[in-house]
């Protein structure tokens, strides 16, 4: 397995060492009670692949600055700007600001997108299986759009598990996608709730429910993702070995947690 440690709502910062520049918020909105999405144009843009993050700074008043890590959202079809989905954390320096004071049109620093290891390349061949916990879905939000640009694109399932579809990030517009894209196949698997279709889950993710998605996918697994807490990404990524999945095509990507 390939490991990244930190990328998705306020983690740690990257190590990419790219200049800082200016971008300006174009679009704040609430997602769930605690995620909101945010919409940043940079000063110069530049192409990414769906899975990578990007870092933001902030400066306050007093000079003090801090950065965080974060993964995009938007497809890299959506030229020119970037979406970035973050979760408010109690004890966070970054995550707080996008919550309750950002708006349209201030300014802040970013720099990225960067990391390579966690991204999809729609050309290479083969069904990818994507697995997330919580906000740990937001790269998987940038693979499931952008595939809805690729001519022909390999089979896709996304497993997403949360504690009720209230927490769920973007959900309908996920179902959205599963209806309009051929090969794509989405499900949630629900730990505080019963699901809203059959199809679903109510339960914390495990061996059988591994077996089940792999068997709608169709084909062998040859790339899978894994985004989410500490616990939650060894716990799948176990389960996609024991399920026969060569450890080496497992990517994962993992925040502070458990």
Known sequence: MTDG????????PSVAREPWQPATITAVSRLTSRVVSV????????PFLAGQHAD????????????????I?????????????IELLGDGEV??????VAAAGDTVEIRGPSASHFAWRPEEPGAVFLA????????????????????APSPMALLYSARSWEDVIAGEELLAHEQAQRGLVV?????RQAPRRSSDFAARIDASIVAEMMARLGEPVRHAFVCGAQRFVGSV????VGAGVPAQSIRTERYGGS
């Open 5 to 12: 440690a930190s990328t998705t709502g306020e983690r740690a």
């Open 39 to 46: 919409t940043l144009r940079p000063e110069r843009w530049r």
């Open 56 to 71: 933001v700074r902030l400066t306050a008043e007093d000079g003090y600055r801090t950065h965080r890590s974060y993964s």
């Open 73 to 85: 959202a938007s497809p890299p079809a959506a030229e020119g700007t970037l979406e970035l989905v």
């Open 95 to 100: 995550s707080p600001f996008f919550h309750e």
């Open 132 to 151: 997330a916990g919580g906000s740990g879905v937001v790269p998987f939000l940038s693979m499931v759009r952008q595939r809805a640009h690729v001519t």
């Open 187 to 191: 499900s949630f698997a629900l730990t």
């Open 237 to 240: 990524a176990d389960l996609l």
